[in-house]
Each structure stands twice: as C-alpha cells, then as structure tokens.
C-alpha cells in the first residue's frame, strides 16, 4: 500500500492521561472540579485574576514531573521513521510530544510552560509561578501577565496553518480527544471533505465517531503504538 504523503494527527487530554495527567471530561475531570467560566475564559481572569493564577500555577507544578507515556514515543516514532509528512496538532498545553521526540508539533491552545504579556502581548518560555505581582519583561507593565494559554471565546493559534494541514492531509488520525470542543472538533470534517481518510484512536467513541472512516478503541498506550507499527509496515510493504 503506498505510504500516506501528508498525516495530520490532532491530539487531546486522552493522550496524556496515562501519563498521570487529567483529562477535562471523563470522570473525576478537571471540569467536574472548576467552572470553567471561573478559570479559563478572559472574563473569568478580569474578575478573579487570582484564582486563575492558582488554578495554573497548580497545573504547571503538576506538569513539571510528568513524563510522555508509550503513545508520545510512537507518534515520534512516526515521524522519524515514516516516508511521508507526519504533523501533530495538539489541544494540549503539556509539552509530553516535545519531550518524546515529537519535532512538527502546533500547540493550537498554547503551554502551560508559557507566559503572555496581556498588555504588549510578548510571550515567553515560563516554568514558575506566576502572579499579579510580577511586571512584564518586556513593556514593564505589572498585573497583566497571564498563562500563554487559549481560553474559552479566544481564537486558538495558528489557525491558517492548520488550515493548510488539513487541505493537503490524506490521512487525518484523531487521538485522546472527546470531540467536543470546536474548532479542533471541525477537522475531522474538513480533512473527509478533502479526501483524506479519517481514524480515530481513543478510549471510547467520541462526539464525532459517525465521521471516521475507522475507529479503534482503547488506551492510548496500547491501540496508538500498534497503530504506528501498522503504518510503517504497510509503507515499507
Ligand atoms: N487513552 C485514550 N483516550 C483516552 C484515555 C486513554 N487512556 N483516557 C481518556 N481518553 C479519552 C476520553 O474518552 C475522551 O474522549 O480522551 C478524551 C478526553 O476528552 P476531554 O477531557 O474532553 O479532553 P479534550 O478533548 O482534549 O478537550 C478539548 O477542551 O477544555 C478544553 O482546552 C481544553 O484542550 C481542551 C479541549
């Protein structure tokens, strides 16, 4: 079978959870504990800045000792080893694809281990806490300083480039992702409509199963590996 020229994957909170990191929707998640509204939306930081910080700084500490999990280490894989273009769009704020080897990656909602200057709008690598307290590097501007982080009502990153990914994509692969959060949720249909074919890999079905042309269910760690070793085999076959 010839190899694929062009593979988008687009990756969700699934991918990281048997990494120990928690999921927003499955059981126990992370919106069963916060109100979004509160934490993750501009209005929420405008009225309550604070709380935002805490709810971050908790995560980006939370980050800080988590390592990528089997599945990270196969989509590295895949891009190392496989003949065609293999690109990661992630919703994740985790860097687990960097530190498995992952090199063609778009964080289209930010890191967790980044800072934006809501002021000047300068960003930067950023690892510790942060905090009302703190002035801008770069305009000097003190309170604006916030989690380079796409919230709820803000337009994600790299939009036109993910664009461009889905219009050539011959094979569109959806892993750890519930389906429920647009625009992330659009490109399965978007890249069918362009002809690519279209797998979902995840724990159970997701919003938008009855748009891929293959589903195979389980955890992350087990069905995306073997997904990987089935590609490289049919290219090499
Ligand atoms: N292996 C594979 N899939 C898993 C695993 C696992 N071990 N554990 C959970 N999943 C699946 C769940 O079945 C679910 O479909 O991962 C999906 C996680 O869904 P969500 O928690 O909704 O996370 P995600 O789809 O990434 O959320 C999208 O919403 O809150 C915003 O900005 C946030 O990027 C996030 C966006």
């Known amino acids: 079978m010839p190899a694929f020229a062009n593979i988008v994957i687009l990756t969700g909170a699934g991918l990281s959870a048997e990494s120990g990191v928690a999921t927003f929707r499955d059981k126990g998640g992370i919106w069963a504990k916060y109100d979004y509204r509160d934490v993750a939306t501009p209005e929420g930081f405008a009225k309550n800045p604070k709380l935002v910080h805490e709810f971050y700084n908790m995560r980006r500490r939370a980050h800080a000792d988590v390592k990528p999990n089997a599945a990270h280490l196969a989509l590295a894989r895949?891009?190392?080893d496989y003949p065609g273009n293999v690109t990661i769009v992630t919703q994740n704020v985790d860097a687990l694809h960097e530190q498995a080897g992952s090199t063609k990656l778009i964080h289209m909602h930010g890191e967790i281990f980044g800072a934006l200057c809501d002021t000047c709008r300068a960003r930067r690598h950023w690892t510790e806490d942060l905090s009302l307290d703190l002035a801008c590097p770069t305009c000097g501007h003190k309170g604006g300083m916030r989690p380079d982080v796409v919230w709820f009502g803000e337009m994600p990153y790299h939009m036109a480039?993910?664009?461009?990914?889905l219009a050539a994509a011959d094979l569109f692969i959806s892993i750890g992702t519930s389906g429920n959060v647009y625009p992330a949720a659009g490109f399965v249909a978007e890249a069918a409509a362009n002809g690519a074919r279209?797998?979902?890999?995840?724990?159970?079905?997701?919003?938008?199963?009855?748009?891929?042309s293959e589903a195979i269910h389980g955890p992350a760690t087990q069905v995306v590996p073997a997904y990987v070793d089935r590609l490289i085999a049919e290219a090499a076959g």
């Open 78 to 80: 895949l891009e190392r």
């Open 161 to 165: 480039r993910i664009a461009g990914l």
């Open 198 to 212: 279209t797998v979902e890999l995840n724990l159970e079905p997701s919003e938008g199963i009855s748009l891929f």
